[in-house]
């Protein structure tokens, strides 16, 4: 039997970054595509719990694979495929191709992670995906040469209880990477900086960027592999606790 | 000199167990309020990247301290906080006192909590406190008494760097809380259930729902210190990489 994949992002259903990792998905098993109606970029683990859910079929005429829109964010994308949509457990759930790096520290921003996480939750080896190049018209064949490498160790090898994989794509050809390093977050901070303006009565709003600073002079980090043109595999844990610090916490006067 | 604090949450400006906290910290340290304008339940943690911010002032009335109400998410209030409206870093970031349980997995999707990270990524020691009552008419009076001691710890302790804590109070009087206890966060999860309705136009649409199921057995989590009448204390780490996972996927085929 084929293996059943979930696929999602947070671009939205229509961004190239999905449409490239659908063709992968596609030579490999059966799929379900579940992902929001629109850009869902930076909805980290949000899920819609104050107003409704509509999900909608998009590609009535494909007869091989099932696609759904969600008004969603990408987490709700997961709990419906799997709550509402699919018979059956997925054996995998794959995330992306993102469009931009979800490294470091972003991999707590990430809606492209946030979905992988969640269907960590869910006991489903789950990957997410990241090309290292924001512009909507990215180059993804390089991406999927290496997504499909990664999705058939994932299918064959699973991945430890509460795990899963935030996997990023630096920008360059095929020829030109370096090769596949499994790595650890790096220690790295966004450093906010809001634009100030005034909307046309006067009054003001922000937008909010920033400069992304890598605090982290590590040679086993995702930062580093990337710098250097590997592809970075980071395992992500979805127990948050810091053991080692209950010790030192189990001091103070409580 | 007095200690700054900064002071957030997700359930918004307006509601009681904010409005608990604030009392809380002005009996400790000069104040500063940047919370959203509705309610953020559920956000994770979510940055606003697709639209515009915007911050008002709401307590123009009262000198001794500021308050910002915010439109966007938790995370962006505290980002707004720290890049736009404070001088100097704060020395604590407090966020709550949620109205709910943000025990277990429940971390991952608390814009309560991702509160309290971001105030982490950003270097400041932060914590997160949740009464697991979910009544807008919660009682807040044991809470305040727990929040207090807490604060006066983070203040004279810290916290190691990239580590916050998830404090989660019993809904119990005080006499009956049976103390404070440091331990892990439970593996819990919530079985998703969709309520599935229909419009007024004949389409469907649905409400997330779901049932939560502790599936951890052990002793020191935080659902048993609940469970017990105790308030938990969980370390929560911002580096999200499963270290001991690693050794095992190096030996993927890649």
């Known amino acids: 039997m084929r293996p059943l994949i979930l696929v999602t992002n947070d671009d939205g259903i229509n961004a190239p970054g999905i449409r490239a990792l659908i063709e992968v998905a596609k030579e490999i098993g059966d799929i379900l595509v579940v992902a929001p109606d629109k850009p869902q970029s930076g909805m980290g683990h949000a899920i819609t ?29 997961v709990k419906l495929a799997i709550g509402r949509l699919l018979d059956r457990k997925p054996d995998i759930c794959i995330s992306g191709i993102n469009h931009g790096s979800n490294s470091s520290i972003n ?6 992670m946030s979905a992988a ?10 990957v997410g995906f990241s090309l290292c190049d924001y512009a909507l018209e990215a180059n993804f064949e390089a991406s999927k040469i290496i997504a499909k490498k990664i999705i058939l160790n994932l299918l064959e090898k699973g991945l430890p209880n509460g795990v899963c994989l935030n996997v990023n794509i630096p920008k360059l050809p095929f020829d030109a990477i370096q ?14 900086e809001f634009d100030e303006r005034k909307d046309p ?14 605090l982290d002079g590590g040679e086993d ?4 592999a990337l710098k250097n043109g590997f592809v970075s595999v980071v395992p992500i844990e979805i127990d948050f606790t810091a053991h080692h610090a209950i010790d030192e916490i189990k001091k103070w006067q409580l």
């Open 49 to 77: 719990i104050n107003s409704t859910l509509r999900i909608n079929p998009t590609n009535v005429t494909e007869v091989d694979h099932k696609e759904f829109s969600c008004s969603g964010t990408p987490v709700d994308c």
């Open 107 to 112: 991999v707590i921003y990430s809606g492209t």
């Open 117 to 126: 996480v969640e269907g960590c939750i869910e006991g489903i080896p789950s």
């Open 179 to 192: 090769g596949i390093k499994v790595c650890r977050q790096a220690n790295a901070i966004w450093e906010e």
């Open 201 to 214: 009565y006067g009054r003001n709003y922000y937008w909010l960027t920033g400069v992304f600073k890598n």
């Open 221 to 224: 980090t995702d930062e580093m």
